[in-house]
């Protein structure tokens, strides 16, 4: 038996492809691969580990590391971060944008509920887009769990980060707003059906809200996320 400890993966679309790759190499019998801990178990007559961490790295993005113990699978609940813990950077990024939305309105004349969220959108769409960009490979595999195009669709998850980008810019320009908030709503909208069904599905992966920057859950904040976002473009959106 051999352990691996597996680097790159963010999801279980990540498991599914180290796992079916490491079972095409000649006299594995029996291979276990777990995201949390990130690593495999291989049991068979393989003698070289060569042919093991190949089949990973031509897998995807990954890399195999031998170690000969195996990472205990369920940690203690004294080692699993709080929930304040956990989404600690998320609040703190959206704390940012809200008060530099804020900041932008009093200098203004007067308080425009239209003109902050339009400014919170934009400066929403710019950081998280960044935070996409800094790993656009790990984001785009991470997504595709669970969003309803990148599924199908890969190359999406590559484009979505600069999606978002672009949509920051045209919200800070006030670039025709109508059609941005069109774009921005029917986006929100299917990102909260992947969310949905993955939630329902009760499936625990990894959510890329933050790209891969962070190791954020998915759950109902995502929802919120997702759906708070829709909401305010459609508000915008009748405003006219």
């Known amino acids: 038996m051999k352990t691996l400890r597996i680097t790159g993966m963010h999801c279980q679309s990540c ?20 995201l ?3 690593q495999a178990i291989v049991s068979g007559k393989v003698l070289n580990g060569e042919p093991l961490a190949h ?7 990954y890399f195999a590391e031998f170690t000969s113990i195996a990472i205990p699978q369920k940690p203690s609940e004294a080692s699993q971060p709080s929930r304040v813990t956990t989404y600690y950077p998320l609040a703190l990024v959206l704390t940012f944008v809200v008060a530099g939305a804020a900041i932008l309105q009093f200098r203004g004349d007067g308080w425009d509920w239209s003109l902050f969220m339009s400014d919170f959108m934009g400066g929403f769409f710019l950081v998280f887009g960044f935070f996409k960009l800094l790993d656009v490979s790990g984001f785009a ?18 484009v979505y980060p600069f999606v978002e980008v672009a949509l920051g810019v045209a919200y800070l320009l006030r670039f025709q707003l109508f059609w941005t908030n069109v774009f921005t ?12 069904q993955a939630l329902v599905s009760k499936q625990k992966i990894r959510c890329a809200c933050l790209g891969t920057v962070f190791n954020l859950p998915m ?3 995502t929802i919120v996320e997702d759906a708070g976002m829709a909401v305010m473009a459609l508000w915008m959106i009748l405003q006219g």
């Open 185 to 196: 709503f029917l986006l929100m909208l299917i990102g909260t059906m992947g969310v949905i």
């Open 15 to 34: 498991v599914s492809k180290v796992e079916t790759a490491l079972k095409a190499v000649e006299g594995v019998e029996r291979v276990s691969v777990t």
């Open 55 to 61: 089949a990973v790295s031509e897998a995807g993005d």
């Open 141 to 158: 595999n991470a997504y595709r769990s669970y969003d309803l195009i990148a599924a199908k669709w890969r190359l999406y998850g590559w």
């Open 219 to 221: 759950s109902t904040v």
């Open 36 to 38: 949390e801990p990130p």
